[in-house]
């Protein structure tokens, strides 16, 4: 089998339009139902649900007090928007740091899963990204296990990464599948 991957030439959200368009090629090949996007402010996956109204997306945001005190980082206009289109908005810990980043925060040192996000980071920060956020919508009973998905993360803003993927819950997280990367920043 002969796949296409697109390598972007830097990271980041000048990466997003096209990336959308890639997604919606593959899913279409695919028939692929369920996306999962990595989006703090909403605004990734507004995107993505101007491209594919009739895709079942998930828009997965930062948990509270990722950024201190309590605060989420979701933006109001993005969020409007998201309810009307029916598109769940998941807020909730994240599952490759979870109470391993308090550990090493107030202890020092890194805990196991800290190693396998640091290990995902190899590919890009979005491989990581799509890993975590599949877990966590899987988790929050919004994705099914037991069929592929579309995930799409990014470094920090937009989105530069999307990989099909067979998600799993945290208990087992080894039983997750990578099956395609669609696309990934190269450097
Ligand atoms: C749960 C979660 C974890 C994330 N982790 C990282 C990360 O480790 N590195 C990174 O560069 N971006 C990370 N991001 C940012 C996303 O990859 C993506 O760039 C961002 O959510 C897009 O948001 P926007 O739609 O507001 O632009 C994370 C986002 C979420 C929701």
Request: proline share 4%; hydrophobic share 40%.
């Amino acid at each position: 089998m002969e796949k296409k991957i697109n390598y972007f030439e830097n990271p980041g959200a000048e990466n997003t339009a096209k990336l959308i368009e890639l997604v919606k090629e593959r899913k279409e090949e695919l028939g692929i139902e369920n996306i999962v996007v990595a989006s703090v402010s909403g605004k990734s996956s507004v995107k993505v649900s101007n491209s594919m109204p009739d895709a079942n997306i998930i828009s997965i945001t930062h948990h509270a007090g990722f950024r201190g005190e309590d605060e989420l980082e979701l933006e109001q206009e993005y969020v409007e928007k998201l309810k009307r289109e029916g598109i769940p908005i998941y807020v909730g810990s994240h599952s490759l740091s979870g109470v391993g980043r308090g550990i090493s925060n107030k202890f020092g040192g890194i805990t196991p899963v800290e190693i396998i996000a640091g290990t995902l980071r190899l590919f890009s920060q979005g491989v990581k990204v799509c890993v975590e956020i599949s877990i966590m919508a899987a988790d929050a009973g919004l994705i099914p296990t037991d069929e592929e998905v579309i995930a799409l993360g990014g470094t920090a803003k937009g989105v530069d990464t999307a990989m099909v993927l067979k998600p799993a819950h945290m208990g087992n997280f080894f039983d997750l599948r990578i099956n395609e990367i669609i696309a990934m920043p190269r450097p």
